[in-house]
């Protein structure tokens, strides 16, 4: 007789197609990877970091790596749809599963409209379309949308939502074209900057490789820049293999493949990008502002950094390619992820967190059309209070990397609870690299800041809120019941990051800018400890919660009643 730990897990029994393959997988990873982060991330890194901005990319290179090989494992093992927010769901129960399938459905969310602010923003180089944008007034930080900006914004998201609502084979087969020119055209300008415009002198122009102000500045600068320049948000994007699990024609061999695969190729060439740019930037303009940090006043770079550079190169060819790339890269990455948000809603309502109106599918595309409707919207509403690339960053990067900091506390209860369970990709050194990738995506979390953090939590009270009322009433009839047992980390794991982030050295500011009586109370980030003190406090909070958390997993008879969609029970015989 077959046991459950030996069957393969059921094909379709998500009631979705599995027709996506290898290339569909990777391509789908490779599409999210490569936006708008190659348009905007190297000038916003040198900002914040200067040349030595290649060092951040290296270590947020390291760390994604890391978090992708957890990812891999995991979805060999479970290859669901929505299957970021589904592996805490089966390791720790519902708790723990909302938790952290909320920061993945926000973070999906509002990829979309980040994308669709730097088409906008880079497309303003086009005279007809100038007005779409406006730069940072002086003294600003950010720029806004005009009017003519948000209608052209609410216009590409309903053009994202229709392709959705077509069918994922379709989506797959133009996300794979789009994909291989995303991958094309950046490689194209790293060979054509680095022959035709190399400037040496360039890595220690600007004050010098580092920041200047001692290695403290120069580290903190570095480790700022890679949430806030944008590096971990390009490098953000290989789970969508997996999100697209439940569609995969053959999940076993593929989703560990692409995986790994995409995240290889990201970030070599973004390190090469961010090689190139630096090269490639007139001297003339570093010596005008003095500074690295001075080129957020120039707003021809601001609106489009790589599209400015070519131009004042002479590479009127290249430029005029990447104006065209600034409306496929982002449009590209836009599209994949209102179709991930689609399928975390999908596996946060089969979970039982949200109205099963959710995994509602038509019957001709198998598409959950309420799931795309209300993710195009939800993007849209993300438009509002951040109205340029730059101000979404931090969200997007937080919700993020918290998103990712429940795969490998995932990985360490099942490889605990469930050590028998089929896998295709087997991490070596789990026992490791797990606890490691754990405190690496906290430290990310923490150097995004105070004023990230601190919305990031009143972000999961609202989640908190809206799956209470749903459970409320009984708008899923699966709703399943809280395991507090296994989910006893969860506050004090929120709680402790919140206050690590308060007294740390990050993002001095106030949640939403919250003043009078409040202001003092609200205010973080304030270097109250030792940068360094910090971070070694920060890691060993995070062990403790890592280890806490694989300690309280659900026991094994839970975990087989959590994940028998994947791995049904066998049929009894007769």
Do not use: C
């Given at each position: 007789?077959?046991s459950?730990?030996?069957?393969a897990?059921?094909?379709?029994g998500?009631g ?10 990777m ?7 490569i936006?708008?982060?190659w348009l905007?991330g190297?000038?916003?890194a040198l900002?914040?970091?200067?040349p030595?901005a ?9 760390i994604?790596?890391?978090l ?8 060999g ?5 929505g299957?970021?927010?589904r592996?805490p769901?089966y ?7 909302g ?17 669709v602010?730097a088409t906008?923003?880079y497309?303003?180089?086009v005279s ?8 940072p007034a002086p003294?600003?930080?950010?720029g806004?949308l005009?009017g003519?900006g948000i209608i ?10 229709y ?5 994922i084979?379709?989506l ?11 991958v094309i ?6 060979v054509?900057?680095l022959l ?7 890595f220690?122009a ?11 500045i120069?580290a903190?600068a570095?480790?700022i820049?890679i949430?806030g320049g944008?590096i ?6 290989f789970?969508q293999a997996?999100?697209?699990?439940g569609?995969s024609?053959?999940p076993q061999?593929?989703?560990?493949r692409a995986?790994?695969?995409?995240i290889?190729?990201?970030?070599t060439?973004?390190t090469l990008l961010?090689f190139?740019?630096i090269a490639?930037?007139?001297p ?12 957020a006043?120039d707003n021809?770079?601001?609106?489009g950094?790589f599209y400015t550079?070519a ?10 390619i ?10 590209g990455t836009?599209?994949i ?6 399928r975390?809603?999908?596996g946060?309502s ?19 059309v309420?799931?795309v ?7 849209l509403?993300?438009?509002l209070?951040?109205p340029s ?6 969200i997007v ?5 918290l998103?990712y900091?429940?795969a490998?506390?995932?990985l ?9 369970l ?8 789990a026992?490791?690299?797990a606890?490691l990738s754990?405190?690496?995506?906290n ?5 995004a800041?105070w004023n ?12 908190y809120a809206?799956m209470?009322?749903s ?7 699966h709703?399943p019941?809280?395991?507090?047992g296994a ?5 004090p794991?929120?709680?402790g990051m919140?206050?690590i982030?308060y007294f740390g050295?990050?993002?001095?500011g ?9 202001k003092?109370f609200?205010?973080?980030g304030?270097?109250?400890i030792n940068?360094?003190i ?11 919660i890592?280890?806490l958390?694989?300690y309280s ?5 839970q975990?087989?009643?959590y994940i ?9 015989v007769h």
């Amino acid at each position: 007789m077959t046991s459950v730990l030996e069957q393969a897990p059921e094909l379709g029994g998500d009631g979705l197609k599995r027709d996506v393959g290898l290339l569909g997988l990777m391509w789908a990873s490779e599409g999210s990877i490569i936006g708008s982060g190659w348009l905007f991330g190297s000038l916003y890194a040198l900002q914040y970091a200067g040349p030595a901005a290649l060092i951040g990319w290296v270590i947020a290179s390291a760390i994604v790596i890391l978090l992708a090989l957890v990812h891999a494992e995991l979805g060999g093992m479970f290859p669901v749809s929505g299957g970021t927010s589904r592996y805490p769901h089966y390791a720790y129960g519902s708790l723990a599963g909302g938790t952290f399938g909320w920061f993945a459905y926000i973070q999906a969310a509002t990829v979309a409209p980040i994308e669709v602010l730097a088409t906008i923003q880079y497309f303003s180089t086009v005279s007809w379309a100038s007005t779409w944008y406006k730069p940072p007034a002086p003294g600003a930080i950010n720029g806004t949308l005009s009017g003519g900006g948000i209608i052209a914004a609410v216009v590409l998201m309903i053009a994202f939502t229709y392709v959705n609502l077509v069918g994922i084979r379709w989506l797959a087969h133009l996300n794979t074209g789009v994909t291989t020119w995303k991958v094309i055209i950046p490689v194209l300008a790293i060979v054509a900057l680095l022959l035709t415009h190399f400037h040496g002198g360039n890595f220690t122009a600007g004050g010098g490789f580092f920041i200047p102000g001692g290695f403290n500045i120069g580290a903190k600068a570095i480790l700022i820049g890679i949430p806030g320049g944008g590096i971990v948000f390009s490098l953000l994007g290989f789970e969508q293999a997996v999100q697209l699990g439940g569609e995969s024609a053959h999940p076993q061999r593929d989703l560990p493949r692409a995986v790994i695969g995409s995240i290889l190729i990201g970030a070599t060439i973004y390190t090469l990008l961010q090689f190139a740019f630096i090269a490639a930037i007139n001297p003339a303009t570093i010596a005008h502002f003095h500074t690295w940090a001075g080129l957020a006043k120039d707003n021809a770079l601001d609106a489009g950094p790589f599209y400015t550079v070519a131009k004042v190169a002479g590479l009127a060819w290249l430029a005029w390619i990447l104006r065209v790339d600034a409306v496929v890269s982002p449009g590209g990455t836009g599209l994949i992820y209102l179709t991930s948000a689609t399928r975390l809603s999908y596996g946060l309502s089969k979970n039982g967190y949200v109205p099963e109106v959710f995994e509602k599918t038509s019957e001709r595309t198998k598409i959950p059309v309420f799931g795309v409707i209300i993710s195009a919207i939800v993007g849209l509403l993300f438009l509002l209070p951040f109205p340029s690339w730059s101000s979404l960053i931090y969200i997007v990067t937080g919700a993020s990397v918290l998103m990712y900091a429940g795969a490998p506390l995932a990985l360490g209860a099942l490889r605990k609870s469930k050590p028998n369970l089929p896998r295709s990709y087997r991490l070596p050194a789990a026992g490791i690299i797990a606890p490691l990738s754990f405190v690496l995506a906290n430290f990310i979390v923490y150097w995004a800041g105070w004023n990230t953090v601190s919305l990031l939590m009143a972000v999961l009270l609202i989640g908190y809120a809206l799956m209470a009322l749903s459970g409320a009433l009984h708008l899923n009839t699966h709703m399943p019941k809280i395991d507090w047992g296994a989910s006893v980390w969860i506050f004090p794991y929120m709680i402790g990051m919140t206050i690590i982030s308060y007294f740390g050295n990050f993002g001095t500011g106030g949640l939403f800018g919250v003043g009078g009586i409040f202001k003092n109370f609200w205010i973080g980030g304030n270097d109250d400890i030792n940068i360094w003190i910090s971070l070694l406090i920060l890691a060993v909070f995070s062990l403790v919660i890592y280890y806490l958390a694989v300690y309280s997993r659900l026991p094994e008879s839970q975990v087989d009643e959590y994940i028998k969609d994947v791995y049904p029970a066998p049929a009894p015989v007769h």
